[in-house]
C-alpha cells in the first residue's frame, strides 16, 4: 500500500466506527488521509481515531453525528475542515437494513431505513458539496463524493423492499449529483457491494432467520455464495478498501456519475 497516495486529502466518512466504514478509515490513513470519522457511537469512533493517530501516517479525530439530522451533518463537516484546514472527499457510508417482506412493511420500517440510508446521504451531500464550493475549486484535482450502494441499489430483493428501494436512491443520488455538481468540479461516484461480513450483515443474517425467510443462522451467505456469486465466498471489508481508496485517489479523476460493482459477480446473475 503506497503511503503517499492519498497525502493531501482530508476526508469525512460517516459510519465509520465499525464496519466498511472503519476499514475505509483505517486504509485511508495508512495512505496519508486525514479522516473524520463520524458515528453515533463516538466512543468506538474516538478508538479507532486513536488507533489511527497512534499508526502515526494519517490524521484522525471523531465526531458524533446523527446523519439523519442537517446539522449534525454540517458540524460534521466544519469539524474536518477545523482539524484539517478543508474537505476533499465525502464518503456517505452509513446504512442499516431491517428484513420485511412487501405486505409486512410499515410506516416505521419505511421511514427508519429512508432516513439513513437515502435521506442522510442526500444531506450530507449537499453539506460537503457546500463547503467545497466556499472553498473554490482546486487546480489540478476535482473534489469527490463517495456513495456506498449496494447490490440492492440494482437487484431487487424479496426480503428487503425498503433497503432495496433506498439503494436505488443511493444510485439516483449518485447520477443526479453528478450532473448537479458538475459545474463545481465536484465528481460523484459510488461502489456497490453484495454480501460483505459486517455487522450490519451478521444482524440482517439473524433477520431472515426471524421473518422466517431462512431457517437457521449462517444459511443465507451459503445459499448467495451457492446461488448468486461468480466468486464462491462472501467478502470481508479488506475485500472493498481498494475500490473505495480509488474513488478517493486521483487516478479517478475523469470518473463521475458511476456506481463499482464489488459483489463477487451477484450483479450479473
Known amino acids: 500500500m503506497d503511503p503517499n497516495r492519498l497525502k493531501g486529502k482530508n476526508i469525512l466518512i460517516t459510519g465509520a466506527a465499525r464496519g466498511m466504514g472503519e476499514a475505509n478509515a483505517r486504509s485511508f490513513a495508512d495512505q496519508g488521509a486525514n479522516v473524520c470519522l463520524g458515528d453515533l457511537d463516538l466512543d468506538t469512533a474516538q478508538t479507532v481515531a486513536d488507533e489511527i493517530n497512534a499508526a502515526g501516517n494519517g490524521k484522525a479525530i471523531a465526531v458524533k453525528m446523527d446523519v439523519t439530522k442537517r446539522e449534525d451533518n454540517a458540524a460534521a463537516v466544519a469539524a474536518t475542515v477545523d482539524a484539517f484546514g478543508s474537505i476533499n472527499v465525502g464518503v456517505f457510508n452509513a446504512g442499516l437494513n431491517k428484513p420485511r417482506f412487501f405486505m409486512d412493511i410499515d410506516e416505521d420500517n419505511w421511514d427508519m431505513i429512508m432516513n439513513v440510508n437515502t435521506k442522510a446521504m442526500w444531506l450530507g451531500m449537499q453539506e460537503v458539496a457546500r463547503q467545497m464550493i466556499e472553498q473554490g475549486p482546486m487546480e489540478d484535482h476535482p473534489y469527490k463524493l463517495i456513495n456506498v450502494g449496494s447490490i440492492a441499489s440494482r437487484k431487487p430483493l424479496i426480503d428487503v423492499t425498503v433497503y432495496c428501494t433506498s439503494k ?46 431462512k431457517e437457521k443462522e449462517g444459511q443465507a451467505y451459503d445459499d448467495i455464495v451457492r446461488d448468486a456469486l461468480q466468486i464462491k465466498r462472501v467478502s470481508y471489508p479488506k475485500d472493498i478498501i481498494g475500490t473505495a481508496s480509488f474513488l478517493a485517489s486521483d487516478d479517478s479523476d475523469y470518473m463521475t456519475g458511476q456506481m463499482i460493482h464489488v459483489d463477487g459477480g451477484w450483479c450479473i446473475q
Open 168 to 213: 436505488y436512491g443511493c444510485l439516483a443520488l449518485t447520477h443526479c449529483g453528478a450532473l448537479g455538481l458538475a459545474e463545481h468540479n465536484i465528481t460523484v461516484n459510488g461502489y456497490a457491494p453484495g454480501v460483505v461480513v459486517t455487522p450490519l450483515w451478521e444482524q440482517l443474517d439473524k433477520d431472515l432467520v426471524d421473518i422466517g425467510f
